[in-house]
């Protein structure tokens, strides 16, 4: 049940992320500039469609690989089906009890807006800001590039994507990389610290 409940909550995740993400790109549509350069030294521009562009063909592959290449697909379908089932079977017990599925996605929703907030009160820390839907699309995007990464955590990768993110919105490369530090230090780093001895008490407490 705990598996199909966390993938419940995954998907509520995404779901909320996408739609947020959605409206938020299309507000700040053109405000976003991704300078890449070239052998020659000389800079080019693009918009922020290329960076969408991209991703949605690497999920495409992805799928198409899975889909294709049978051993990849009798894994995936092995190992995710179990959970997508009690998922839904999770899913069909709150669609009885609206309230809770209402919270289930205002809760993802929520922490987006404070991820979000982080980063603005970060870029405030140092002298700029950008608007709340510019902040939206630079956490999700990095969020995205964190959670396909091998990596434990994103770590690293969240962090380039940050730095982009802001780089590409106008900030400067010094300040895009000390906000960047700062909102990380406060959402991932720290919270390890009280965190850990938080999780032993409820386990001794078997509320976990």
């Known amino acids: ?4 409940f966390d993938v419940l909550v ?19 549509k053109g405000d976003f500039t991704w300078a890449f350069q070239s052998s020659s030294g000389s800079s080019s521009s693009s918009s922020t469609h290329w960076l969408i562009l991209s991703i949605g063909v690497l999920v495409i592959a992805a799928i198409g690989a899975v889909t294709i290449v049978p051993s990849f697909r009798h894994k995936v379908v092995d190992k995710v089906k179990p959970q997508v089932d009690e998922a839904r079977d999770n899913l069909r017990d709150l669609a009885k009890q609206p309230g809770k599925l209402i919270r289930l996605f205002a809760g993802t929703a929520i922490s987006q807006v404070l991820f979000a907030l982080t980063l603005g009160c970060s870029l405030h820390a140092y002298g700029t800001s950008l608007s709340f839907a510019m902040l939206i699309v630079i956490n999700t995007v990095a969020g995205f590039l964190g959670g396909v990464a091998p990596v434990p955590g ?7 994507g940050l730095i982009a993110g802001f780089v590409a919105a106008g900030v400067p490369s010094t300040t895009a990389v000390a906000a960047t530090i700062t909102a990380r230090l406060f959402t991932c780093y720290l919270p390890p610290l ?3 001895p938080t999780l032993l008490w ?5 509320y976990l």
């Open 154 to 160: 994103g770590i690293g990768v969240i962090e380039a």
């Open 202 to 206: 409820m386990r001794r407490h078997e």
């Open 194 to 196: 009280w965190g850990y």
């Open 1 to 4: 049940m705990m598996l199909g």
């Open 10 to 28: 995954s998907l509520a995740g995404t779901v909320v992320q996408i739609i947020l993400f959605v409206i938020c790109y299309f507000m700040t």
